[in-house]
């Protein structure tokens, strides 16, 4: 029998049962923790580490662990069924091919600037808001404009997703990632602010431009595309100005009133059967075509549900905060150099476990600020440190359910993922590197 690369879903059940296992094998443990006052958050407290009684996991909370996880991912999961059959509906109507037709004749003669636009609009999303389970939704636009401009499906994926996850990593704004960082180290926001934006800009110009490299070089250079200028109907326009409109409303309802993912979900289920209504889909042809749009969506929810669920066997076994006590002490003899190289890989293996970039803050940057102390170097580097070293993550550990939800909506298994998205992970992680070494030379 031919072995295959695993299916995604076996993917998350292999981590869920090794996750499991782990349990076995590391002595439960945590740290006191305290509130903190600026964050609202409960952070550990440094030094505080103990051993506790041992927990291991069963067959039965391995089990429960799965239908747990996806319940705990269930706002996510709506988000990624009403928005993603959202976009459905409105593929179906036709308007959205012939708008992304229409956008590739009005740059049919700079489609590098095109695609470098796209690529910082979505690390602008990701820096300002943390955006990521939104792109799943509109994994259809992806498809349409790659076939379109015959490119590599994972170079559009790494063009939205991929820029989208680097900008909110290297982002000295992000609200769920750098800022949280900045209080718990109890740094100010505007010391050395510029060249954190000036380290940024050059990470995502270097990521977008190598994958509006990387993916001319995948396509067919036979093909020759076909542009003729497009003419889009009133109704079609009118279908667009809606997508477009509740997508910047969702930016600003996120950003200004703190939206959640029901509020998303609630805009984009009107803004969906308003498009159909328009579309002359009629009523019975949206519902149809939502429905089928979940079918196309449900299992990228169910992936997210499942990443859940690793998080969920190890806190209740109470290992995390053993994993990050023996990542982080090792760090306290080597000389500051080495330490803060270190404490970058330290923080990206920890965000295979800890997938969460606000509660990788949470647990990790109490203990890295005071170890940055004690090897007297900047707190800064440690911020930058955890922010590299966790966001950079997100674009390659199968934990991430938002990456995997992706890739699933995308039909792009995780084998050929990695196969294409290797060699940018070394160039960012060098670049990581480089920029941790500067911050430390900036911020003496």
């Not at 443990?29 to 964050?39: H, M």
């Not at 490299?213 to 250079?221: F, N, S």
């Not at 020759?224 to 409109?245: C, G, H, T, W, Y």
């Not at 404490?343 to 600020?369: F, K, N, R």
Request: proline share 3%; with cysteine.
């Amino acid at each position: 029998m031919k072995l295959s690369f695993p299916h995604p879903l076996i993917i998350m059940l292999i981590f869920i049962i090794f996750s499991g296992l782990s349990t076995f094998f590391i002595q439960s443990g945590e740290f006191n923790r305290e509130l903190n006052e600026e964050t609202g958050r409960e952070v550990v407290i440094a030094g505080s580490f103990h051993e506790i009684e041992d927990k291991n996991t069963g067959i039965n909370d391995l089990l429960l662990s799965i239908p747990e996880g996806i319940v705990l991912g269930g706002e996510i999961l709506v988000l990624i069924l009403l928005i993603g059959g959202a976009f459905y509906v409105i593929e179906k109507t036709g308007a959205l091919q012939i708008g992304i037709e229409a956008l590739i004749y009005t740059f049919r003669k700079q489609q590098t600037l095109l695609l470098f636009l796209l690529g910082c609009t979505f690390a602008l999303c990701g820096a300002t808001l943390g955006m990521q389970e939104e792109i799943i939704a509109m994994v259809p636009i992806l498809v349409v404009l790659a076939n379109k401009l015959h490119y590599d499906l994972r170079a559009l994926i790494a063009l939205s997703l991929g820029s989208a996850l680097v900008g909110g990593s290297i982002s000295p704004i992000n609200p769920f990632g750098s800022l949280i960082a900045l209080k718990i180290a109890e740094l100010d926001l505007s010391n050395g602010f510029w060249f954190r934006l000036c380290m940024a800009l050059l990470i995502i110009t270097a990521w977008n431009f190598y994958h509006i490299r990387q993916g001319k070089l995948k396509t067919d250079q036979t093909l020759q595309i076909d542009f003729k200028p497009v003419e889009i109907s009133l109704r079609n326009k009118l279908i667009l100005f809606l997508m477009s409109a509740a997508i910047v409303a969702m930016g600003w309802g996120i950003f200004q009133f703190d939206w959640s993912y029901n509020q998303m979900s609630a805009l984009f289920f009107v803004v969906g059967f308003a498009c159909g209504i328009i579309g002359k889909l009629g009523i019975n042809g949206t519902a149809r075509a939502y429905t089928e749009g979940f079918g196309e969506m449900i299992f990228a929810g169910v992936i997210v549900g499942l990443a859940r669920s690793i998080y969920i066997i190890l806190d209740n076994a109470s290992v995390i905060d053993p994993i990050i006590q023996g990542m982080f002490e090792p760090l306290n003899e080597w000389p500051s150099g080495l330490a803060a190289i270190g404490m970058l890989i330290v923080q990206a293996i920890i965000h295979i476990p800890v997938p969460s970039t606000s509660g990788h803050a949470v647990l990790t940057m109490p203990l890295a600020a005071p170890l940055a102390d004690l090897l007297g170097m900047s707190r800064f580097t440690a911020v930058m440190a955890y922010q590299f070293g966790a966001g950079f993550m997100d674009i390659l550990t199968p934990t991430n359910g938002g990456m995997m939800a992706v890739l699933a909506a995308a039909s792009v298994s995780y084998k050929n993922w990695f196969s294409y998205i290797w060699k940018s992970m070394l160039l960012l992680m060098l670049l990581a590197l480089i920029s941790v070494i500067l911050g430390m030379l900036y911020y003496s």
